[in-house]
Structure formats: structure tokens, C-alpha cells
């Protein structure tokens, strides 16, 4: 597709990015070409559905409709934009933290005979530093350059003392820093190891983590959780690490950025699930559900839209713990939130989902008519659905012209990989058993069930059980 790669960025944008985007264009500091701009506007229109976006030649006849079509001259237009559009998120992400715009602004005049001006941008950087709610590791390092930039200001002044104190800020802040800095690092690396191999040697020295509590540094609660996420991540199998640690989490809420306090429940998260969830401890269900509802109330993933993963993570844990009421709001209050094309087929698709689990089957044959089966997920998923509606509808007919109808679907597909393929195919073969089985034989049911519950790669495992059970 042409110009995939900046439209794919230009859809990350939110509409008042894409607003600000166009008047950054339009200043002559940062872009004189007024093409690009007249690209943009054209462009712009197509970033979420991209159906109706001209050809090439159509789109330069747009743009610069006085001049032969140079499919050079295009392409270098398309990365000269995409460019700017970079270089917008790298200004807008500046311009957003003021703490890192004063500091760069101390750094631009880091010179001694402007240490007045030094001297006020550190006023104002120490007021904001004492105002702000929100802590992140690089907190510590704002802090290490003020000192630092303290002493520009103290270069010349005979006061020793003053200066050594400010020497003594330095040295404690970059502590700070390389110690939130390396425990954070150390957590995400032990975190990759869970589930999958890396060649990476990067672990801590035996006892690093008792030495930085014993010299006081958990008094800095962010250094106090990365030390637990990673105690808990090196020895997982310990539960009250991990409660401990949810707990430390949950009570300073307050005290942490976003991307902070969303980094710190993605590692609660993925060991939950990691090592509990995904072992069939089932306990574990309520507190991952209820930790990702709380990461979308509190606006924390959307960036700009909400991950389907995540949506769909939610409402599959939701169906599993009967949370119906729950699960049908959280739909038609977050669907709209998803990526425009992939709005309508997730909330028909989810609502499917909870009807069958609340057992409403008409409604479920009526809502999987209008699922699009593009997405080889939603196709598969929709399939399985089919056929515990008709099981449940006593639909044996339906039921039958169904399965034979899926396997061919599994067999032609090129998006199923052979894996899968063999799994759906296990799944459909089980199902024929079931429908053909005598309630009566209880030697057949018997090994029908025991076949069952020994071949590892089934979808819908437990819905075959239960229902072999049930006969």
C-alpha cells in the first residue's frame, strides 16, 4: 500500500495531534516545502479508512496538479513528511514534560557567566520538581542535573561549603538514578526469561538488593518495587512476594506517572498469568480481571486507542468469572475506543461471546451474522461459538453440515498455521464422536473422555469434557 508506513503513524496520532500536526507544518521553521502540507491535508482523510485513497498519479495531480507525475519526486515527498511527522512526536513528547524542557534549557547555557540566568531556570525547575504529584526514575536524574547545574552557578563563589553541598546533592541524586535505572532494567530482563530464552548475562550481583535496603533506599518507594518485582520475578514461586508487592503498588498509586504505575502492573500482570493463570491456577482470575479493569478506568492503555489483546483479555475473564453485567457495559463503553476498523466486528463478535455464555443462543445466531470472517481470530472464534449454540439448541442437523463445513475452512486456510490447523481438526473430529455417542455406553464415553483429556492440543478442551461428562 502507498505511504503504509506514514499513514500507520499518522493513525497513532489523536485528532488534536493531527491539528497540531498540520499548523507545525505550516510554520517555516520547521517545513518551507508547502507540498508536504497539501500532501498532509490529502492524506489525512484516509489515515483511518485507506479504501478510497487515489493511486499515486491521482494523489501527485492533487498535490501538485501544474507538474508531470514523477514517482521519484513522490516518494521523496512521502519520506520527507514522514520525517516531520517523527520529529512532531519527538517536539510534542519535549514540549509535554516541562521538567525535561527547563533542564535542557539549563543545559543550552551551562556557562559561568550566565549562571543568573541558570540561576532562575533552576528556581523554577526546583518549585516544579516540589510541586508535582508524579515520580518516575528519571526523577531522580532531573534531580542530579539540577545539583549539577548548581554547581555552574557556584564555580567562582569562595563559599566551599555551599559548594560541596551541592557536590553532595550531585552524588546522592545519581544514586538514585542508577539505582531505579538498574533494578528497572534487571525486572524487565527477568520478566523476558519467563517465557523465553535470551542470551543475555544481565543480572545482579548476589546481594544488590539487600545492600541498596540496608543503606536506606527504599525509603524511595519506586526503588522499593522494582527490588520486589525483581525478587518475586527470581523466585516465583513465592506467593507473598507477590501480594506484598501488589499491595506496595495499590497504596502508592498516587505517587507514581502513568507510564510508571502502568509498567509496574504489566509485571504484576504477566506473572499472574505467566505463572499462575496459565498453570490452572484459578485463583489468580479475579485479581488479573480486576487489575486490568482498573489500568482501562484509569485511562492508562490507550495510547491512542485501546489494544484489542487487552479488550478482548478482559471481557474472556469477565465471561469466565460471570461477570455478565460487567462484561456488557465494559463493551459498549470501551468498543468505541478500539481502532476504527476494528470496532464493529469486536463489539458484534464480544456480544456473541456473552449471550452465549448467558445462554441467550438466539441471540447469538443472530448477532455471528454480521461477525466479518477476515480475521482469521474472530472466523475461528465465531466457529467454536456455532457449535456449542447449535450442541445447546439440540441442532444435531445444523450441527452436523457446520462441522463438516469449518473442516473445510481449517483445511484451505494459508492464515492457520499446520499446528493449529491439527488442533481445530482434533476438535471438530472429538465433536462428531460426541454428536454420534450413546448416552447408554458408558465404555465408550469413558474412552471417548479419557482420548480427550490426553491430546494437548485442543481449543474448546473443557467444552468437550463437560459435555462428554454431562451425557
Known amino acids: 500500500m502507498f505511504a503504509k508506513k506514514l499513514l500507520?503513524?499518522?493513525?497513532?496520532?489523536s485528532l488534536r495531534e493531527l491539528d497540531r500536526f498540520e499548523r507545525f507544518l505550516q510554520s517555516p521553521y520547521f517545513n518551507e516545502n508547502a507540498s508536504l502540507t497539501a500532501l498532509y491535508r490529502l492524506l489525512r482523510g484516509y489515515v483511518s479508512d485507506r479504501s478510497g485513497l487515489p493511486d499515486k498519479a491521482g494523489i501527485w495531480q492533487k498535490v501538485r496538479p501544474s507538474e508531470p507525475y514523477s514517482d521519484v519526486r513522490l516518494r521523496k515527498m512521502v519520506s520527507d513528511l514522514l520525517a516531520l511527522a517523527l520529529e512532531f512526536k519527538a517536539m510534542e513528547r519535549f514540549r509535554s514534560d516541562e521538567r525535561l524542557f527547563l533542564i535542557m534549557q539549563m543545559e543550552a547555557i551551562a556557562r559561568p557567566a550566565l549562571k543568573t540566568h541558570i540561576a532562575s531556570i533552576r528556581r523554577k525547575l526546583e518549585a516544579l520538581l516540589h510541586t508535582i504529584p508524579d515520580v518516575d526514575g528519571f526523577y531522580y536524574r532531573h534531580r542530579y542535573q539540577v545539583a549539577l547545574h548548581r554547581?555552574?552557578?557556584?564555580?567562582?563563589?569562595?563559599?566551599?561549603?555551599?559548594?560541596?553541598?551541592?557536590m553532595g546533592d550531585a552524588d546522592a541524586y545519581l544514586d538514585l538514578f542508577y539505582y531505579a535505572r538498574k533494578l528497572g532494567i534487571a525486572a524487565e530482563v527477568q520478566a523476558?526469561?519467563?517465557?523465553?530464552r535470551i542470551d543475555s548475562d544481565i543480572r545482579?550481583?548476589?546481594g544488590f538488593v539487600e545492600t541498596i535496603q540496608a543503606g536506606g533506599y527504599f525509603d524511595q518507594v519506586i526503588i522499593e518495587v522494582y527490588a520486589r518485582i525483581y525478587a518475586l520475578l527470581l523466585h516465583p514461586e513465592d506467593d507473598s512476594r507477590f501480594f506484598e508487592l501488589l499491595q506496595l503498588i495499590e497504596s502508592h498509586e498516587d505517587d507514581f506517572s502513568d507510564d510508571l504505575l502502568l509498567d509496574f502492573y504489566s509485571h504484576v500482570l504477566n506473572y499472574a498469568i505467566s505463572y499462575k493463570v496459565n498453570t490452572g491456577d484459578t485463583s489468580y482470575h479475579s485479581i488479573v480481571f480486576n487489575i486490568s479493569k482498573r489500568l482501562v478506568e484509569k485511562e492508562l492503555v490507550f495510547n491512542p486507542y485501546l489494544d484489542p489483546g487487552l479488550y478482548a483479555n478482559i471481557i474472556a475473564m469477565g465471561l469466565q468469572l460471570e461477570a455478565f453485567d460487567y462484561v456488557e457495559q465494559f463493551i459498549d463503553r470501551y468498543s468505541d475506543r478500539l481502532p476504527p476498523d476494528k470496532r464493529e466486528n469486536a463489539r458484534t463478535y464480544n456480544l456473541a461471546r456473552l449471550y452465549y455464555n448467558k445462554k441467550d443462543y438466539g441471540r447469538v445466531l443472530e448477532l455471528l451474522q454480521d461477525v466479518s470472517l477476515k480475521n482469521i481470530s474472530y472466523a475461528l472464534g465465531a466457529k467454536i461459538i456455532l457449535v456449542g449454540t447449535f450442541y445447546a439448541l439440540e441442532e444435531f442437523r445444523?450441527?452436523?453440515s457446520h462441522l463438516n463445513s469449518f473442516r473445510i475452512f481449517v483445511l484451505r486456510s494459508k492464515l492457520i498455521s499446520q499446528k493449529n490447523k491439527q488442533a481445530y481438526l482434533n476438535f471438530l473430529r472429538f465433536t462428531k464422536r460426541l454428536i454420534y455417542l450413546s448416552p447408554y455406553d458408558e465404555a465408550a464415553k469413558a474412552k471417548l473422555l479419557k482420548k480427550v483429556e490426553s491430546t494437548e492440543n485442543i481449543p474448546a478442551r473443557q467444552w468437550l469434557i463437560e459435555r462428554i461428562r454431562e451425557l
Open 8 to 13: 500507520d503513524l499518522l493513525d497513532s496520532f
Open 151 to 166: 554547581l555552574i552557578e557556584l564555580e567562582k563563589d569562595r563559599k566551599k561549603l555551599t559548594r560541596l553541598q551541592a
Open 192 to 196: 523476558y526469561r519467563a517465557f523465553m
Open 204 to 206: 545482579l550481583p548476589d
Open 398 to 400: 445444523a450441527l452436523e
